[in-house]
C-alpha cells in the first residue's frame, strides 16, 4: 500500500500540508530531526525519505535512514561545516562527510542521492550532459538569476531567509586550476546575460553544493568551476555590512532589552530572518522569472567547443499550474521524481553519491513531464 508521510517539527504545519493534498494521499507526524532514534521509528517501514529540512540535520538524518533501512534523498548539504578562510588550502569541501556514508549504505543496500533539487540537481544534470559531449572539460559555471519581486517589499526572499543569508556570506569555494580555494563572501562581481525573459543580472560568488562535488566527480580533466548567484547590488552590500557587525551569526548571544530591562537569548541571524516576510506567504504574490544556467566549455576532436543549458520559468504561471513560485517548485519537483524513480527502479545505484554521477537521460526524460523544461545552445 503506498503511503505519503508529511513530517515536521510542528505537527500544526505538516497537518496543514497533509490537508492541502487530495483526501487519503498522505498523513501527518511530528518528528524532530535534531533526536536520531525518534526518525528511526518513523522511518521504519519507509522506503524513501526525502529530507528539505535545514541541512544542519542532514547528517543525523542520514544515520536514522541507515538504521531503518530507509533510502535517502536531499536538497542540499550544511556549507557551514567548511572551516577555512579565504586564501586558505581546502582539504576536503563539506560535502565530503555525507560522501563518507558511500560504504554504509552500499552495505545496507540503500541509496544515498545527494542534492537532488534545482540548483544542486538539475543543475548537475546538465553539467554532466555537456561533460560527455566533450572530449575534454576545461570549466563548468553554474549561474542563478531570479527577476522575481514583491510588491510592497524592498527585498523579500522567495526560499528559506535563514539558508540566504548563511549561504552568500561564507566564504565561496570555487575550483580554479585543478584546486580548491576558498574566496571572500560575494566576491567575482560580474553582469551575467541570462536568457529571457530574465536578462542581464548582476551575479556574485556564494558556497554552493556544485562545486563540492563536481570537480571531483566529472572528471575528463575539470580545471575550473563555480557558482554565482543573482543578488540585488544594494542587497550585497547590507550583507556585507551585516557580517562586518556579526549580525550573520547563528549562534545565540545575550541581549538586554532597553524598554524592560529584560535579557534575552536570540542568534542574530534569526532576528534578521524574522524581519523578512515569511517565504510561504509570498507563493502567489511573486512576479518575474526564475532561471538557471550551466555553461560547460572544454575540447572535442581536438576543437574549442561549449554548450549552456538554461531552465526558466514564471513565478506566476508556476504558481497557476503548481501553486508554488518558481523558486521552490524547481527544487521539490526533481525530489519527487527522483523518488519515484528509485520506486520504480530506475535509480539502483547503492551507496552515496550526487546526481552528476547517474546517467542523464532517464532524468532529462522526465523533466518535461514535471514542467521542466531544458534549452540549450553551442557556444563558439
Same mark, same amino acid.
Given at each position: 500500500m503506498e503511503r505519503l508521510v508529511i513530517a515536521d517539527r510542528s505537527v500544526e504545519a505538516s497537518r496543514a500540508l497533509a490537508a492541502a493534498l487530495p483526501d487519503g494521499?498522505?498523513?501527518?507526524?511530528?518528528?524532530?530531526?535534531?533526536?536520531?532514534? $525518534?526518525?528511526?521509528?518513523?522511518?521504519?517501514?519507509?522506503?524513501?525519505?526525502?529530507?528539505?529540512?535545514?541541512?544542519?540535520?542532514?547528517?543525523?538524518?542520514?544515520?536514522a535512514c541507515l538504521k531503518a533501512g530507509a533510502h535517502y534523498v536531499d536538497a542540499a548539504t550544511d556549507l557551514a561545516l567548511a572551516k577555512e578562510k579565504p586564501g586558505e588550502p581546502v582539504v576536503s569541501p563539506p560535502e565530503s562527510l555525507q560522501l563518507a556514508y558511500d560504504e554504509s549504505f552500499r552495505e545496507a543496500g540503500l541509496i544515498g542521492l545527494l542534492g537532488m533539487g534545482q540548483d544542486p540537481g538539475i543543475s548537475n544534470v546538465l553539467a554532466r550532459l555537456g561533460a560527455e559531449r566533450l572530449d575534454e572539460v576545461q570549466e563548468i559555471l553554474v549561474r542563478d538569476g531570479d527577476t522575481g519581486s514583491v510588491e510592497g517589499y524592498p527585498f523579500a526572499s522567495l526560499w528559506s531567509a535563514d539558508t540566504l543569508i !548563511? !549561504?552568500?556570506?561564507?566564504?565561496?569555494l570555487a575550483f580554479r586550476d585543478g584546486k580548491f580555494v576558498r574566496l571572500? $563572501?560575494?566576491?567575482?562581481?560580474?553582469?551575467?546575460?541570462?536568457?529571457?525573459?530574465?536578462?542581464?543580472?548582476?551575479?556574485?560568488?556564494?558556497?554552493?553544493?556544485?562545486?563540492?562535488?563536481?570537480p571531483l566527480f566529472i572528471g575528463k580533466g575539470i580545471q575550473a568551476m563555480d557558482f554565482?548567484?543573482? /543578488?540585488?547590488?544594494?542587497?550585497?552590500?547590507?550583507?556585507?555590512?551585516?557580517?562586518?557587525?556579526?549580525?550573520?551569526?547563528?549562534?545565540? /548571544?545575550?541581549?538586554?532589552?532597553?524598554?524592560?530591562?529584560?535579557?534575552?537569548?536570540?542568534?542574530?541571524?534569526?532576528?534578521?530572518?524574522?524581519?523578512?516576510?515569511?517565504?510561504? $506567504?509570498?507563493?502567489?504574490?511573486?512576479?518575474?522569472?526564475?532561471?538557471?544556467?550551466? /555553461?560547460?566549455?572544454?575540447?572535442?576532436?581536438?576543437?574549442?567547443?561549449?554548450?549552456?543549458?538554461?531552465?526558466?520559468?514564471?513565478?506566476?504561471?508556476?504558481?497557476?499550474?503548481?501553486?508554488?513560485?518558481?523558486? $521552490?517548485?524547481?527544487?521539490g519537483a526533481p525530489m519527487a521524481m527522483a523518488a519515484e524513480m528509485i520506486e520504480r527502479g530506475e535509480i539502483r545505484r547503492t551507496g552515496v553519491y550526487p546526481r552528476e554521477v547517474l546517467d542523464p537521460a532517464p532524468f532529462l526524460k522526465h523533466f518535461p513531464e514535471y514542467g521542466i523544461a531544458i534549452e540549450e545552445k553551442r557556444l563558439a
Open positions: 494521499r498522505a498523513e501527518s507526524d511530528r518528528i524532530d530531526a535534531s533526536k536520531v532514534e $525518534s526518525m528511526v521509528d518513523a522511518f521504519t517501514d519507509v522506503d524513501v525519505v526525502m529530507n528539505l529540512v535545514l541541512p544542519r540535520f542532514n547528517l543525523r538524518i542520514m544515520d !548563511e !549561504e552568500v556570506l561564507m566564504p565561496a571572500g $563572501s560575494l566576491e567575482g562581481e560580474e553582469a551575467f546575460e541570462f536568457p529571457p525573459p530574465v536578462g542581464p543580472l548582476q551575479v556574485y560568488n556564494v558556497d554552493h553544493e556544485e562545486t563540492n562535488t563536481l554565482k548567484i543573482a /543578488i540585488p547590488k544594494d542587497l550585497a552590500h547590507a550583507l556585507l555590512v551585516f557580517q562586518r557587525f556579526g549580525l550573520h551569526r547563528g549562534h545565540p /548571544i545575550e541581549v538586554e532589552v532597553k524598554s524592560t530591562g529584560e535579557r534575552v537569548k536570540v542568534a542574530p541571524r534569526d532576528m534578521l530572518a524574522a524581519l523578512m516576510p515569511d517565504p510561504k $506567504s509570498l507563493a502567489g504574490k511573486a512576479r518575474g522569472a526564475a532561471c538557471l544556467a550551466v /555553461i560547460v566549455r572544454g575540447l572535442k576532436d581536438g576543437v574549442k567547443a561549449g554548450w549552456m543549458f538554461w531552465q526558466t520559468l514564471d513565478h506566476q504561471e508556476c504558481y497557476r499550474r503548481y501553486g508554488f513560485n518558481a523558486t $521552490s517548485y524547481p527544487v
